[in-house]
Every structure is written in C-alpha cells, then in structure tokens.
C-alpha cells in the first residue's frame, strides 16, 4: 500500500482491535501528561510566547487546558512543548523517541481549527488520523535511526506524523501530500539528543518543534510551497520501513511510562518499587547506600541534585530518591520546590550510580537496572536484572493507567472532569463530532 492510499483510506475501525485499544490508551495517557503540565514554568513561559508571537488570525486554535485562541502554530509550539515538559509520555523501541507528544497537541490544534472555521470532525475521523500520525511518526523513526550517524530528537521525525494524520484532515491532494511530506521533513529539527541529556534544558526531545514543523508544512503546501521529496520516506533506503503498512504496526511496539521521569530511568524506578513493597523498612531515614547498576546510556543521567525541573527529570538519582522518601514520582516530586527537598536530596547523596558492561551490551535491545540498597541497621537487599513497567511484555494494567492518569491530571483538573474526559475518548469511535471532547480539553482553566 502506497504511503498516500494509507493516509486517504485508513479507517480507524479496519486497525486490529488490539491496535485501537493502544490507540485509545495513548490519547489519555497523552492529555493526563498535558493535564500535568499546564500550570508548570515551561507550559507558561511557551503559552506566553503563543500569545505574544502567534496571535490568531483566519486560522484559530486554543490553547489546551487553557481556551485562549492562538494561531495553530502558536499552539502546536506551545502544546509540543508542555506535553514534553513533564516526561511521562509514552515512548518507542526502535525510533528511540516519542509520537504522541507531538502529533496528538498537534492533531488537536488543526482539529480545533477546523472546528473554528464551521467544519465538524467525527470521532471514528479524528481517531483515524491520530492512528495514521502515530504509525507513520514512528515508522518516519526507525528509518531516521537507522539510516542518520547520529542520535537525534524525537522532532526530527515526528514531524511526518504530523503530516500524514494532518493530510487526512484536510484532504489533501497526493502532489500537496507529497510537498508537504519534503517540507516537514527539510525543515524538521535535527537535534542532538545525548547533547540534551548531558545538559538538560527546556528543549527537551524537540517536540514542540516537531509539531510546529510538521503543521507549518501543511500550511506552506497548502499556499504552493514545493518541497519533496522526504527522503526517511522515499528513499530506497529505508522502503523496508514502510512496505508493511497497514499490516504490521508500530504502535503495537510502544510503551508506557509510569513515572514522569527519562525512559533510562524507569528500570530502576521499577526495580526499587518492587523493593519497597516487598520490604517496606525500605524508607528515606534508613538508607544507607543505593547503588544502581544499569546501562551506559542510564548511567549517563546521574543527577544528584537538579538545578530545575528539566534536570530533575532528565536524572536517574533524583527521582530514584524521591520514590524512597515521599513513596511515588509525579508532578509534585519532579518539578517546583520538591527539587530542593532537603529530606529528598539527603537519600540521593547516597545513590551510587554504575555502568555494568553486560547491561550496556543488552542495550538497546533490553533498557535494564539492577539496584542494591544497604540499610543503616545493615540489612540490605538486591533486585534482580528488571526491566521498566510499562514494556510490551511489562504492559501496565488499565488500573494502572487510571492510577497515573489521576495522579498527573490531579493536578490541574477535579474528578468529574478526568472521568467525563475518560468517557468522551472511550465514546469517540460513535461519536459524530469532536465536539464535546474538544470542549473538555479546551475549556478555560479555572
């Protein structure tokens, strides 16, 4: 099937049933990081830019979380951007990067716009589009990864995504598609990932700028722009990637993150829960030692005592004790003045953080960690090898996805709010309009 004949024909309901229910689980999974989001110093400072530089115009979208009316390019920026700044979205093998963050703020601001200028979206079409922007980002990935000497951000190609559930939404012209397609691409951001990692920033894994890149392509393909082809599509290269679409699906290889931490971290995250609960002497005041033993990559993080947010999230140590003392990670352990908690910082003092050689060589196949704890009355207890929750063959269970939905979305909305939204996304696939779902997601915070 030819990358144009997908993105006009898909329909949501021709997927397999366990690909829609993944589909529907990453839309959640997604707004509950949003929801997170809204009110901390990224989403801020980026909504401010929007409103300052992208006012709207013929075209018109709201801020999400928030119903102020921009640009879609203000919101994709500022909507890319939030959902980055809380790192719990979920994730993929062999992209090494991320879909959602960026094609779900994305998709729902040419949605909104859409909705502005008189045209209705049915739910079965909005979710149709999201699946084909999911699939065709992560395939837009894999061929990126394995053909760039570099490990880039997930914008770079996330972009493409963009452009393909986009395309459908505005039914465009294989000639527009294919432009569109070179444009996002040309001008997607080619970011050096490990540079982020070692000095963590705002910038985070460029989704912001993915989402831009990818809906400034449709627009400029729209006004005429020329600008095929996208070679991480059309090369012969990478035709690998994309022979099989529509048969095979990439969505079905994501995972899921419990904690709003770097994917690198979670091995431990997971090792160091299944401790706790087994043995619940395991608390901040009794530590004496944690040495975590993972992966080169992992390693790399360390993080002892974060500067802000983005470094308390692009850390293994810090979030590491801040499960051991306050007994989870969200929101409030990541972000604000937990990352200057003297109770917190005292346990990461004491993580030791080791590359073990066996792991480094599972990776990336395997994302591994193993951690020791030593008590102060000298008990200690070792975990063994574990893999991160959350993993195709560690899927989370759907009270798990509740149970960190809450506690994300917590943050900024109240209980009848997360349910109706649950509800509305449960209900999309009958739905004749976006109507009420867009109403939720847009409406002005309190």
């Not at 599509?233 to 022979?243: L, S």
């Not at 989370?396 to 109706?420: G, N, P």
Request: aromatic residues 8%; charged residues 20%.
């Amino acid at each position: 099937m030819s990358l144009y004949s997908f993105v006009r024909d898909f329909r949501f309901r021709d997927a397999p049933t366990h690909t829609r229910e993944l589909l529907q689980t990453c839309l959640p999974d997604i707004l509950g990081v949003a929801a997170g989001a809204r009110d901390n110093h990224t989403s801020q400072v980026l909504k401010r830019y929007a409103l300052n530089h992208y006012p709207a115009g013929t075209l018109s979208s709201r801020l999400l979380f928030d119903g102020r009316p921009v640009h879609p390019l203000g919101a994709a920026w500022a909507g890319g951007f939030s959902v980055d700044s809380l790192d719990a979205h979920e994730g993929h093998f062999t992209s090494k990067g991320h879909a959602g963050a960026t094609v779900v703020p994305a998709l729902l601001a040419l949605v909104d716009a859409c909705r502005e200028q008189g045209r209705s979206i049915s739910g079965e079409e909005f979710l149709s589009a999201l699946c084909i922007g999911y699939e065709t980002a992560l395939r837009a990935g894999a061929a990126l990864m394995a053909t760039a000497p570099e490990y880039h951000a997930s914008g770079s190609f996330s972009g493409i995504g963009v452009v393909c559930g986009g395309a459908r939404l505005l039914r465009m012209s294989e000639e527009q598609f294919r432009h569109a397609l070179g444009i996002a691409e040309y001008f997607g951001p080619r970011c050096p990932m490990m540079r982020l990692v070692d000095h963590p920033s705002m910038l985070r894994d460029a989704h912001g700028a993915g989402a831009y890149a990818g809906l400034n392509a449709l627009l400029l393909a729209e006004a005429g722009v020329t600008g095929a082809p996208a070679e991480t599509v059309e090369d012969a290269a990478v035709a690998a990637h994309w022979r099989d679409l529509g048969e095979r699906w990439e969505i079905d290889a994501q995972y899921f993150k419990p904690w709003p931490v770097c994917r690198w971290a979670q091995p431990a995250l997971t090792a160091m829960t299944a401790l706790m609960a087994e043995h619940p002497q395991i608390r901040g005041e009794n530590i004496e030692q944690i040495q975590v033993q993972t992966f080169h990559e992992s390693m790399r993080l360390q993080g002892h005592t974060p500067a802000n947010a983005d470094e308390a999230q692009y850390a293994l140590a810090f979030p590491l004790a801040a499960l051991v003392v306050r007994g989870q990670v969200g929101p409030l352990e990541v972000t604000g003045e937990a990352i200057h908690d003297a109770d917190i910082l005292a346990v990461s003092q004491r993580i030791e953080i080791i590359e073990s050689d066996e792991l480094s060589a599972r990776f990336p196949r395997e994302i591994l960690s193993r951690v020791l704890v030593q008590l102060k009355d000298g008990q200690s207890f070792s975990s063994p090898i574990t893999a991160a929750r959350g993993d195709p063959e560690t899927a989370m269970s759907q009270a798990e996805f509740r149970e960190k939905f809450d506690l994300l979305a917590a943050i900024s909305l109240d209980e009848k709010q997360r349910r109706d939204i649950e509800q509305e996304i449960a209900a999309l696939p009958d739905r004749s309009s976006c109507e009420k779902l867009l109403a939720l997601l847009f409406e002005p915070a309190a």
